[in-house]
Every structure is written in C-alpha cells, then in structure tokens.
C-alpha cells in the first residue's frame, strides 16, 4: 500500500512535466502568426471571426486544434479546395504560429 502510494506520488511530477513538454513543443508565436495571416484574412476576417456562413472563424479557438487542422489540410488529410493552395506551402512553424495568433483573439460575441 505505502510502495503502492509512493509509485504514486512519483508519476504525478513526471505527468506533469509530459503534459508541459508536449504543450510547450507545439508553442507558436503570437507576433510571427499575426504577419503570416495577412492571407488568410481574406476569408477568416482580420480579427478571425468571418463574415461567410461556409467559413469558419477562427478567433479564440483552442491552438492545439487549430495546429492540427492547418496542417491535416497542407498534407491533404482534410480536403477543401478553397483551403488548400493557402497552407499547401506551409511548415510546422507556420502552422503553430498561425494557430498561436488565432487562439489569443477574442472569439466570436
Ligand atoms: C479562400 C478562402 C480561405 C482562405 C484564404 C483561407 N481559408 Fe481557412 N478555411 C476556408 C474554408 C472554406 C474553411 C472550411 C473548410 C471546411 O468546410 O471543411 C476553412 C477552414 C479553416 C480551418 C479549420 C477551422 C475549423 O474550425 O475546423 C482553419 C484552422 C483554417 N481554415 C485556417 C486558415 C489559415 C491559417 C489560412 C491562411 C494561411 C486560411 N485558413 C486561409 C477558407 C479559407
């Protein structure tokens, strides 16, 4: 019971530490994201919330999904035509910066 309790108390640091080091992993910067939208801006709006029922708004939406998306649509994972020559040419970083600038606006009132 007490070795029981011990292994425990151990695996909670070290969870922890996981779930910081993915976290921190995908970190974007804010400042480089918000240059690299000027294109998107053009469908998502320039403060990230559309004005076109077919595209979503991007603003205040959780970063580590966002991540996720620009780069399922780059490699074709998810398919839309209008999306894809937009983030066909982007990195990694890209994509984390973009998310990263989307996340910290002020979602849709
Ligand atoms: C020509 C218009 C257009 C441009 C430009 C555009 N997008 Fe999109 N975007 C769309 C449409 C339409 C969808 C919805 C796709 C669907 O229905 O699956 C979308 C979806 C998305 C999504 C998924 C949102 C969700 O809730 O799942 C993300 C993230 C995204 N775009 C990011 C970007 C980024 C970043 C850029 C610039 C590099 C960009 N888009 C440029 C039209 C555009």
């Known amino acids: 019971m007490r070795l029981r309790l011990a292994l425990l108390t151990a695996a909670i640091p070290v969870a922890a530490?996981?779930?910081y080091a993915t976290g921190a992993a995908g970190a974007g910067s804010k400042?480089?994201?918000e240059a690299k939208?000027?294109?998107?801006?053009?469908?998502h709006g320039p403060?990230?919330?559309s004005v076109n029922p077919l595209?979503?708004?991007l603003a205040g939406q959780q970063e580590a999904y966002l991540a996720k998306q620009i780069k399922e649509?780059?490699?074709?994972?998810?398919?839309?035509?209008t999306m894809q020559p937009f983030v066909v040419n982007l990195t990694d970083q890209d994509a984390e910066d973009l998310a990263a600038?989307?996340?910290s606006l002020?979602?849709?009132p």
């Open 31 to 33: 400042a480089d994201g």
């Open 55 to 57: 595209w979503p708004s």
């Open 106 to 108: 002020s979602p849709c």
């Open 37 to 43: 939208a000027a294109v998107c801006a053009a469908c």
């Open 73 to 81: 649509f780059r490699d074709g994972v998810r398919v839309e035509a």
């Open 47 to 49: 403060k990230g919330i």
């Open 17 to 19: 530490l996981l779930i």
């Open 101 to 103: 600038y989307y996340a």
